[in-house]
């Protein structure tokens, strides 16, 4: 017997898809992309300057800033699940594009949590007291070890280097639709795009 739909899926299926995504989608796509460049800028920047006030203000910055992305990203995943339904993917896409955006969409939503995650047991890890925005205690999530920082602080630039790459992807496939299949993938999410009524 086929289990029935729960609420949330049947009034994300009802009616017609709409010719654009929502604004709060928009909102959360646009802002946590702006932070995800302003943090490679910054994790790029902070690495490379020479020890000094300023070094160490780079870092709160990202660290600060990467608390907020998480928070962002979960309340993302909130709306997305409250929102009213995504738009209708283009008709001339084949099964295994449409597998392949569903898989690279998951997987964009991943990284964005286990980045930041991991850059919080980095600083849990190293012992040292950190306030986020220099205002708020960040709660420690792992004791001090430093073999641990070590590993956490590998896992955390290998996962910046998976969602670099990704984005590359991501950006690109948004660019053929747009520009080369010519449909409306790209202009669902721009926000002077407006849901049909």
């Given amino acids: 017997m086929r289990p029935k739909p729960s609420s949330i899926d049947a009034r994300r299926r009802a009616g017609p898809a709409p010719a654009a995504w929502n604004g709060g989608v928009k909102f959360f796509h646009?802002?946590?992309?702006?932070?995800?460049?302003?943090?490679?800028?910054?994790?790029?920047?902070?690495?490379?300057?020479?020890?000094?006030?300023?070094?160490?203000d780079l870092f709160v910055w990202h660290k600060s800033i990467g608390v907020l992305v998480l928070a962002l990203v979960l309340l993302r995943l909130a709306w997305r699940l409250l929102a009213p339904p995504a738009p209708a993917l283009p008709a001339h896409m084949p099964a295994w594009e449409r597998i392949a955006a569903h898989a690279s969409h998951v997987l964009?939503?991943?990284?964005?949590?286990?980045?930041?995650l991991s850059g919080w047991v980095v600083q849990s890890t190293s012992g040292m007291p950190f306030r986020i925005f220099w205002q708020w205690p960040l709660p420690v999530i792992a004791a001090a070890d430093k073999a641990a920082t070590d590993l956490a602080a590998?896992?955390?630039?290998?996962?910046?280097?998976?969602?670099?790459?990704?984005?590359?992807?991501?950006?690109?496939?948004?660019?053929?639709?747009?520009?080369?299949?010519?449909?409306?993938?790209?202009?669902?999410?721009?926000?002077?795009?407006?849901?049909?009524?």
Avoid at 108 to 116: E, H, I
């Fill in 30 to 56: 646009w802002l946590i992309a702006l932070l995800i460049l302003v943090q490679f800028a910054l994790g790029w920047l902070a690495v490379g300057w020479r020890l000094s006030p300023t070094k160490l």
């Fill in 108 to 116: 964009l939503y991943v990284l964005m949590l286990a980045l930041p």
């Fill in 154 to 197: 590998i896992v955390h630039l290998s996962l910046g280097i998976a969602l670099a790459a990704l984005l590359v992807v991501h950006i690109g496939a948004a660019l053929r639709h747009h520009f080369i299949q010519r449909d409306e993938v790209l202009t669902q999410m721009l926000p002077t795009r407006r849901r049909a009524s």
